[in-house]
C-alpha cells in the first residue's frame, strides 16, 4: 500500500511575495530662479574674460585652505582691488601714464608684442594682482619671482642713447608709483563709498611690500609722499612718438562689437582720473564736471551685474573662502 508522506508544516510551500525594488534617489531639481541666475553668472563671467583676456583658473585660487595670502581679506588691497570696473579704469589709465617714461617704454617695446597683443598683456598683469593680491603666500611670491626671472634679461638702449634694465630699482620704482596710484585714483572716483584719507595710505603702505619684492628700495607709504614722489618725474617725461603709438593702441582697445560703448567709457574714464599735469603731457583737455559726473554714473550703472557675478564667484570670492578653510564655489 502506498505511503502517504506528510509534509512538515515548515515545508509547506510560502505565499509568493512580490519582488519590489529601491526607490532611486530624488534627482535634485533646480529653481527657474537659480537657473536664471547661474545662466546669467556664466553669461557675464564670460563676457568679462573676454574683455581682459583672462585665463585663470580659480582653481588656483582655492587652496591651502587657511593660507591669507600676503595681505588677508581684512586688507584695503583686498577691497581696492576686488572692484573690477575700478581695476579695468586704472590698468589702462596706468599703461597709458607708464609709456611717457622713455627707458621704461623702451624696455616694453623692444621685448615684447605689447602693442599687437595688449589683451594679452592686460590679462597678464591682472593675473599678477590677482596672485599677489588674493593667491595665497606661495602663489604670490611664486609671481613676483617669475617677473624678476623676466626683468633680470631685459636690457637695452632707448631712443635717446640712454641704457636701460627692466630690474632698475629707478624703473620699477616709476612703474609702482603709477600703477599704485592709477588703481587708488580709479577706486576712489568710482566706489560709491570711498576710502578714507587713512585707509589710502594703508592701501599705499600694503602696495609698497610688493614693489619692494619686485626690487624698489624705498617706496613711499603715503599718499601724499607718492604724488610729490610721481611728480619728481615730469622732467624726464616724453609724449614721444613711441608713446603716442601706444596712445593709440589702447583707444582701439580690441573688443567685441557690443562691448565697445562700455569699453569708451571705461577709456574715458581712464583720463578722468589722470593728474592734470599728465593730461598736459598727453596734450588732452581735461573733461568738464558735467561730464565727468555723467561718464561715472554711467561707468558704475553698468558695472553692477559684473560686479554682482565677481562678488560670488570671483576670485576674491573664492579667495574669501580658502581664507575661511572652505574651497567650494560651484
Excluded at 165 to 170: G, H, R, V
Aim: charged fraction near 15%; hydrophobic fraction near 45%; proline fraction near 7%.
Amino acid at each position: 500500500m502506498p505511503q502517504i508522506r506528510m509534509r512538515n508544516p515548515s515545508q509547506r510551500r510560502q505565499t509568493a511575495q512580490p519582488i519590489t525594488r529601491p526607490e532611486p534617489p530624488p534627482v535634485p531639481t533646480m529653481s527657474l530662479a537659480h537657473a536664471l541666475k547661474t545662466l546669467a553668472l556664466n553669461a557675464i563671467g564670460e563676457r568679462v574674460r573676454a574683455i581682459t583676456g583672462s585665463t585663470a583658473s580659480l582653481d588656483d585660487f582655492a587652496t591651502p585652505k587657511g593660507d591669507p595670502g600676503l595681505f588677508g581679506p581684512d586688507s584695503v588691497a583686498w577691497q581696492v582691488h576686488a572692484n573690477f570696473t575700478a581695476m579695468m579704469v586704472g590698468g589702462l589709465s596706468s599703461l597709458i601714464v607708464q609709456s611717457l617714461h622713455p627707458r621704461a617704454l623702451a624696455a616694453v617695446w623692444d621685448h615684447s608684442d605689447f602693442r599687437h597683443k595688449l589683451k594679452e598683456r592686460l590679462g597678464r598683469t591682472a593675473y599678477f594682482v590677482a596672485a599677489t593680491t588674493y593667491g595665497s603666500e606661495a602663489m604670490a611670491l611664486n609671481a613676483i619671482r617669475r617677473v624678476n626671472t623676466i626683468h633680470a634679461n631685459i636690457r637695452g638702449i632707448d631712443l635717446q642713447g640712454q641704457p636701460y634694465l627692466a630690474k632698475e630699482p629707478k624703473l620699477i620704482r616709476w612703474v609702482h608709483l603709477v600703477e599704485v596710484t592709477s588703481f587708488l585714483a580709479a577706486y576712489q572716483h568710482l566706489a560709491k563709498q570711498p576710502l578714507s584719507p587713512q585707509a589710502c595710505d594703508q592701501y599705499i603702505a600694503e602696495m609698497a611690500r610688493v614693489g619692494h619684492l619686485l626690487g624698489a628700495a624705498d617706496l613711499p607709504v603715503t599718499y601724499a609722499a607718492m604724488q610729490a614722489e610721481l611728480l619728481g618725474f615730469a622732467d624726464v617725461l616724453s609724449f614721444d612718438a613711441r608713446a603716442q603709438d601706444i596712445f593709440q593702441v589702447i583707444q582701439a582697445y580690441p573688443v567685441d562689437v557690443w562691448d565697445k560703448p562700455w569699453m569708451a567709457l571705461i577709456l574715458q574714464s581712464a583720463f578722468d582720473v589722470m593728474p592734470p599735469w599728465v593730461l598736459a603731457l598727453l596734450r588732452q583737455p581735461p573733461a568738464c564736471a558735467v561730464h565727468k559726473h555723467t561718464t561715472r554714473l554711467a561707468v558704475q550703472l553698468s558695472a553692477e551685474p559684473v560686479q554682482w557675478m565677481l562678488n560670488q564667484q570671483g576670485v576674491s570670492a573664492i579667495a574669501r573662502q580658502r581664507v575661511q578653510g572652505g574651497a567650494s564655489y560651484v
